[in-house]
């Protein structure tokens, strides 16, 4: 019994081995995998002070600019200057009766129409598709803003 339990044991520890060798080699290809990911060349031209911060941190300048990239698509008032009129409407904490009188702009408003017809004839841009979708928070944020104020009114009267 004894020696068939040492053999069992054994059998495992062999299996565990085989496992763990195969996980080191999966690690090894998939790092050596992501190391060897061909990679495009940028030039740029920016100023010395910038240069000088940059130098010690030139390894990681791929995820340096990945992030920032993020930050700047997640920023939804980048060049879209109607969130910011409304974010600016609502910290002066207008009344119910304000925020349901509240209209897009004129300059908005055919921002909106031109994307609008762009994209039933021809699609958008990415970057219009962005605009879009901001666009889009936006209307989203008023609706919220317009319910909430309704439901002020109604409880007021």
Not at 1 to 28: D, G, P, V, W
Not at 104 to 126: F, H, M, Y
Request: hydrophobic share 45%; glycine share 2%; aromatic share 6%.
């Amino acid at each position: 019994m004894r020696s068939h339990f040492y053999l069992i044991s054994l059998t495992i520890a062999r299996y565990i081995s085989q496992i763990r060798a195969i996980e080191l080699l999966l690690c090894y290809h998939s790092i050596r995998a992501s190391v060897s990911k061909k990679m495009a060349t940028i030039t740029l031209q920016i100023p010395d002070e910038l240069a000088l911060r940059l130098d010690t941190l030139k390894d990681d300048l791929p995820q340096i600019l990945m992030l920032g990239l993020r930050e700047v698509e997640a920023n939804p008032s980048n060049g879209f200057s109607g969130l910011t009129q409304i974010l600016e409407f609502i910290a002066s904490l207008p009344s119910p009766q304000e925020i349901l009188a509240l209209r897009l702009s004129d300059a908005v408003q055919t921002e909106i129409d031109t994307l609008l017809e762009k994209n039933r004839t021809e699609g958008l841009t990415p970057i219009e598709q962005r605009l879009w979708q901001q666009y889009e928070f936006v209307e989203h944020l008023v609706r919220i803003a317009k319910a909430q104020a309704l439901l002020k009114l109604s409880e007021a009267a």
